[in-house]
């Protein structure tokens, strides 16, 4: 918002109000002369300057919208920037693709657009996806499959981030702590601290794993998802009838890296 000049008019500009006269300096305005065989005329009254109105107060810049689905990449690419969020597995079979797909329509849902969703040479997200349109954004979603090792180049961007994939087991753990101790030899210090850990609870009760030699590496966060039902259908994804766990799970997922 542009502020304007709200200031008060000093006078009309149609018939300016005298200050001075060139021959008079004392300011009292220009004298009439007297007529012949009269008494001279008293000089006029000086007639003050009117003050100019106090200057108001500019009007204060508003303040920024909330942030909405087609706005709240501002956090992080709601300026048009590209962004890719590689999706790596710490195994192979651990649901790196099913999380992608998911996590593709999230952001997508998030931010009112359809992401680029890319994929690795044998991998197969598209027959996941919930849904196949045509990107309308230059964010992206790719699927790196259990390629941990390769992944340090991709998310060199510092807008980049990675969600590494792997089973809520203690085997699990281990494959996820050896394959974040290959991001950690990147080339990008800060690509640890870009990184969320997603474990994939396949068991009918929740399964009790320690996170502990994770949390060391200071990631972005851990999120565990429960086993859903709908997840194991192939084909492509129905969110609709995913479970609240999966949804919310998913949630904490993208509200991690940023949107």
Known sequence: MTDHDSRAPTGDPRNPVPTGHPRDPGGRGPTIPPMPGSAPMPASTPMPTPTPAPASSPVPASAPAPSSRRSAAGARSGDGRA????V??????VGTTTLAALVADAVGFRLGV??????????DL??????????????????????ARAVGPLATPPENA????????????L?????????????????????????VDRG????????????????????????????VVPGPIVVGHCMPTTTSAVTSVVSLLGW
């Open 204 to 231: 009918r009760r929740p399964a009790a794993v320690d996170t502990g030699p994770l949390r060391a590496f200071g990631l972005l966060g851990i999120v565990s998802l429960p086993r859903d039902g709908a997840l």
């Open 114 to 123: 359809v992401v680029q969703a890319s994929d690795h040479s044998t991998g």
């Open 88 to 93: 790596v597995g710490a195994a192979g079979g």
């Open 162 to 173: 990675v969600v590494l994939v792997a089973s809520a087991t203690t085997s699990g753990v």
């Open 175 to 199: 494959d996820a702590a050896s394959a974040l101790t290959a991001l950690a030899g990147s080339a990008d210090v800060d690509l640890l601290a870009r990184t969320v850990i997603v474990l």
């Open 83 to 86: 962004r890719t969020v590689i």
């Open 126 to 147: 598209a027959a996941r996806l919930p849904r196949l349109e045509p990107a309308t954004s230059r964010v992206g979603v790719h699927d790196a499959g259990a390629h």
